[in-house]
């Protein structure tokens, strides 16, 4: 199985501070990685797809990054409503593994 | 516009099985997969599966295989989740999600299957 490792585990940042979160797969997965963020309570929400496809209606504040096994999620300005959890996943092979999340946390 | 909606919150015994639905619409339900993912309290998610809402073919999660069968209904656009053996282990809320460009688009709002003696 490909395992997904995503650093860090949880960041502590100000609105409108510029937020990266990495992923690295153990293995080369290509473009084959998605983002996903989700709130509590709530069910994840897809992001980014294709490594750098934005989703529709999603933020031009995000982006996605990277090919093989590095990859990155940016936010250029967090908002308030950006405050969450962040997951990746591949989908490269099965089992389609996610990482293990990033707590975007107010500061 | 595209809705999956899940069957309501179950509470199951350790040993007993549980039957998860995800009902499609406001697309081709045939053109796209679903998946399954679920997730313990305060842990992450974990993909459970695959299920080609096409032709039925199915890609199960090593550490399920055995007590997980994922169906689908094409008459009535569901996809089910059944899973047997239950321990505790298994509490989490299970979400069903549509899968596009081998990413998961649109998400169930959640099922929470609680297995408790």
């Known amino acids: 199985d490909i395992q997904m490792t995503q650093s860090p585990s949880s960041v502590s940042a100000s609105v409108g501070d510029r937020v990266t979160i990495t992923c690295r797969a153990s293995?080369?997965?290509?473009?084959?990685l998605a983002w996903y963020q989700q709130k509590p309570g709530k069910a994840p929400k897809l992001l980014i797809y294709?490594?750098?496809s934005l989703q529709s209606g999603v933020p031009s504040r995000f982006s996605g990054s990277g090919s093989g096994t590095d990859f990155t999620l940016t936010i250029s300005s967090l908002q308030p409503e950006d405050f969450a959890t962040y997951y990746c996943?591949?989908?490269?092979?099965?089992?389609?593994?996610f990482g293990g999340g990033t707590k975007v946390e107010i500061k | 516009q595209v809705q999956l909606v899940q069957s309501g919150a179950e509470v199951k015994k350790p040993g007993a099985s549980v039957k998860v639905s995800c009902k499609a619409s406001?697309?081709?339900?045939?053109?796209?997969?679903i998946s399954w993912v679920r997730q313990a309290p305060g842990q992450g998610l974990e993909w459970m599966g695959w299920?080609?809402?096409?032709?039925?073919?199915?890609n199960y999660a090593q550490k399920l295989q055995g007590r997980v069968t994922m169906t689908t209904d094409t008459s009535t656009s569901t996809a089910y989740m059944e899973l047997r053996s239950l321990r505790s282990d298994d509490t989490a809320v299970y979400y069903c999600?549509?899968?596009?460009?081998?990413?998961?688009?649109?998400w169930g709002q959640g099922t929470l299957v609680t297995v408790s003696s």
């Open positions: 293995q080369g997965i290509s473009s084959w």
């Open positions: 999600a549509r899968v596009h460009s081998s990413s998961f688009d649109y």
């Open positions: 406001g697309y081709t339900f045939t053109s796209y997969g």
């Open positions: 996943q591949q989908a490269n092979s099965f089992p389609h593994t």
């Open positions: 294709a490594a750098s």
């Open positions: 299920i080609s809402a096409y032709n039925g073919n199915t």
